[in-house]
Structure formats: structure tokens, C-alpha cells
């Protein structure tokens, strides 16, 4: 369902734990949990996100998500109405810079879980083919994002614990 690579910042278990959970909830929710599809996720820093970011969208600075799809939305559509996954296949590419998430957490008052998990199932989005830059296109991905955490019971209102 996912592969998951550290890049220059340590291993966690806490990290694993909510990306497997978030994944397993992503796929259920799009009925993909029988497909041979997965998600490569990266866990990073800053820097490497924002070289990244440079590198491949040509934006020079820093954020805390990055998605890579590596389907166009309706031919991922034709795939899952035909069930069409003979093969394994990469949904695409979701890089998460830890920093950027612990930060924001603190910033918006609520959990380091609530912000990961937000970050995980915003890239999975993504990597589905939905985007939020039309107000037309974010009344459709909003509703998915928030359906995935309240049935995990990850909610906006928890307090940053740590």
C-alpha cells in the first residue's frame, strides 16, 4: 500500500503508525484497498523538500507537502472501474518535510498527529488527480481530506500535546 523512505532525518514508529493508519483509510474510502497500487511517501527536512520543490516545480523555496501523481485523474478512473490492476503500480510520489508539519501544528493549535495525517491524505488527494486552487475543485477535495480523519477520529480542534 505505501513504501516509505527517511531522508536525512531518524527513523520513527510514531510517524509509521499514523501513515499506515491515514493510507489504509485513504484506500478504503476509494475502494483501492484490492488493487496492486501504493504510494511512495519520503519524510524529510526543509532543505532537501525545498530542493526538491526547486528541482521539479521551479519554485524556490520551502513547503510542506509535495505530490507527484503518476496518473492523469480519468485514466485512473478508467483503471478502478475496470478494476485494472494487473501490475503493481505506483500512485505516485508524496514528500513531507517533518519540520514543516511540527511547526504548522503549533501554529494552526492542534496536534502533530492531526497535522500529518492532514499532510498524508492532502498528497494522497493529489496523487488521485484533485487539486484546491479553483474554489469548483476544492468543494470536491476538502470534504474527501475531512471524510478520512473524522473516521479515523483525527480532529482539527485537538491541542498540540507534545
Given at each position: 500500500?505505501?513504501?516509505?523512505?527517511?531522508?536525512?532525518?531518524?527513523?520513527?514508529?510514531?510517524?509509521?503508525?499514523i501513515?499506515?493508519?491515514?493510507?489504509?483509510?485513504?484506500f478504503?474510502e476509494?475502494?483501492?484497498?484490492?488493487?496492486?497500487?501504493?504510494?511512495s511517501?519520503?519524510?524529510?527536512?526543509p532543505?532537501?523538500?525545498?530542493?526538491?520543490?526547486?528541482?521539479?516545480?521551479?519554485?524556490?523555496?520551502?513547503?510542506?507537502?509535495?505530490?507527484?501523481?503518476?496518473?492523469e485523474?480519468?485514466?485512473?478512473?478508467?483503471k478502478?472501474?475496470?478494476?485494472?490492476?494487473?501490475?503493481?503500480?505506483?500512485?505516485?510520489?508524496?514528500?513531507?518535510s517533518?519540520?514543516?508539519?511540527?511547526?504548522?501544528a503549533?501554529e494552526?493549535?492542534?496536534?502533530?498527529?492531526?497535522?500529518?495525517?492532514?499532510?498524508?491524505v492532502?498528497?494522497?488527494?493529489?496523487?488521485?488527480?484533485?487539486?484546491h486552487?479553483?474554489?469548483?475543485?476544492?468543494?470536491?477535495?476538502?470534504?474527501?481530506?475531512?471524510?478520512?480523519?473524522?473516521?479515523?477520529?483525527?480532529?482539527?480542534?485537538?491541542?498540540?500535546?507534545?
Amino acid at each position: 500500500m505505501y513504501q516509505l523512505e527517511y531522508l536525512d532525518i531518524e527513523e520513527n514508529k510514531e510517524y509509521e503508525n499514523i501513515i499506515k493508519k491515514v493510507v489504509e483509510q485513504c484506500f478504503k474510502e476509494e475502494k483501492l484497498e484490492n488493487s496492486k497500487l501504493y504510494i511512495s511517501i519520503t519524510l524529510t527536512n526543509p532543505e532537501n523538500i525545498h530542493r526538491i520543490n526547486k528541482q521539479y516545480r521551479d519554485v524556490d523555496r520551502e513547503t510542506d507537502v509535495l505530490s507527484f501523481p503518476m496518473f492523469e485523474r480519468n485514466e485512473l478512473d478508467e483503471k478502478i472501474r475496470n478494476n485494472d490492476f494487473e501490475h503493481e503500480d505506483v500512485l505516485g510520489d508524496i514528500v513531507i518535510s517533518i519540520e514543516k508539519v511540527k511547526g504548522q501544528a503549533q501554529e494552526y493549535g492542534h496536534s502533530f498527529e492531526r497535522e500529518f495525517a492532514y499532510m498524508i491524505v492532502h498528497g494522497f488527494y493529489h496523487l488521485m488527480g484533485y487539486d484546491h486552487i479553483k474554489e469548483e475543485d476544492k468543494i470536491v477535495m476538502r470534504p474527501k481530506e475531512e471524510n478520512v480523519l473524522n473516521k479515523l477520529g483525527i480532529r482539527r480542534d485537538e491541542l498540540n500535546e507534545e
